[in-house]
């Protein structure tokens, strides 16, 4: 896990629906909803699928493989509190298991991220209920 | 067979205020002025209005029936906006059917901001609940960073380059030094546009909009009643809307534009090549691409060609922005999209002095907006006529 101590201000509101997805993190482990009924995996967490409405969902453990669909290399973060972090590599990454979730790619050598590049999730605790899932770029 | 859902309604007349870098009044303000000069300029009292249609993203605690209270107004139809930058376009449409049903007979449809980058960025960092639990804790750049990596995966998947894009910058800007109340007026080269700094790589400097305070209206009402006030009418052919179209395209290559634009144009019978401006949603020029994409004057992926080949200029094949749009003029918040609905009626009501496209008898105007989780979620577009 990565310990980076950061004071961040900008957290995420953890509620019933999305807290195992921000709980997982703590244990190293990426986990997503999938429906019950029409079997798809679904990002963000929801209060019911949004492919089918369906409110009965089963958090899954990932692979945490993915690889970067695309990205922007941030030198400007909204929230200042960033700003001692940028580069900040923010990405769209296209997990193997077919779902694309929004993170940053992280690592000395972030810079030099290609679209396509494989990647494999690392958490980032922010607090005792939430760690981050982020993403390292994997050395082929 | 054409729908005609617009038919006997005219748009009389517009009103825009100053914009301002730094505004020093609230967003109220320019609502009142925008509405007060849009009346002025048709004649028409404050009295006379029935319907209010309003956007603003800075207007709360304050809303349309406290906003008709401040006017003096007393309404039979009220609308207030929920569509962000596409709020304007989509108010005409609603507008014009309250009209054509009888719920009112004058409406003013406002919108704008006393926005500025501080205020930016306060209304971003909780701009929605998805944007605010499981983007921004990552440090994003704010819509920045957004539409940059929409810009990355478009030139990767399509070859767009920066030249093509800088084109509609720089075209823009041109056509802002002959709009005087453009805020940013000063030449600008493609040089200059591709030197600008780095914000959100690819997203430069030059490709991002000035927040600014400022208020744009129009007012509609019958078509009878526009012929008598002696005031060119301007009819709405045709318009379409969508939200959350194709949502697991998250950064939004194609937007919901594709889905209406060609029942739209079907309405007004009438083909891209036969529109003689186009005012498109210019938060960032990735999005103008986009926008001429799903709209049809070119296949999908084609934007940046079709741009780079097209004399997009005032006395061009097809104007785009003719007043200089968001990227020259800066965005009042929801006043941003309305810009280009302002500036299609000052076009084609002969009003647009030094930018004055020649003949305009046709605009299409387009809207876009409320960022949701990764894009914006609402699109629509009218195409507006005079006859």
New interface residues.
Partial sequence: MDQSNSI?T????VCDW?APFFAAGLFDQLKLQRCDSCSRLIY?PRIAC?YCMCPDMTWETLSGDGSV???????????RS?MD?V??V???ISLVEGV?????VLGETRQNVT?GDPVRAVFHK?NNS?A?P?FQLVKS | MTSRLFDGIAIISSGQTAYHKHPEVPAMWYLVEATRLALAKANIRNSEVDGLAVSSFMLPPDNTATLAEHMGMTLGWAFLGTFGGASQVVAIMRAAQAIRQGEAEVIVLVAGDSYSVAAHYSLMADFNSAMRDYVAPYGMGGTNGLFAMLERRHSYDFGTTKAQLGKLAVVQRANAQRNPNALLRRPMTLEDYLGSRMICDPIRLYDCVLPCGGGEAIVMTTADRARASGRQPVFVLGGGESSNFAPDDLLMLQGGWTEFAPRMFEDAELGPSEVDMVQLYDDYPIMELIQLEGLGFCERGAGGRYVAETDISLHGDLPINTGGGQLSCGQSGAGGGAIGVTEAVMQLQSEAGDRQVPDARTALVSGFGMVGFTKGLCQAAVLLARR
Wanted: net charge positive; no cysteine.
């Fill in positions: 961040q900008a957290l995420p509101r999305n963000y949004p669909y695309s990205y922007s290399i941030v030198w400007r973060p909204q929230d960033f972090q580069p900040i923010l990405a769209v694309q979730i929004v993170s940053t679209i922010l939430i981050l982020k």
